[in-house]
């Protein structure tokens, strides 16, 4: 690795780091309350099974 690459990954980690930080953070974010609607589907399954 020479000295001219140094500032060319700095360039690019500075450029596409945050938003990669964000999409990483926002599909944790979406997986969790993806689950969460899931559960209340499977629930609900359930209770319509229940009333019929």
Do not use: S
């Not at 140094?6 to 938003?19: E, H, M």
């Not at 689950?35 to 609900?44: G, S």
């Amino acid at each position: 690795m020479n000295t001219v690459d140094v500032p060319l990954w700095t360039t690019v980690i500075g450029n596409f780091g945050f938003p990669i930080a964000i999409t990483i953070y926002l599909f944790y974010r979406f997986e969790r309350k993806i689950e969460k609607l899931e559960d209340v589907i499977f629930q609900l399954n359930e209770d319509i099974k229940d009333y019929l």
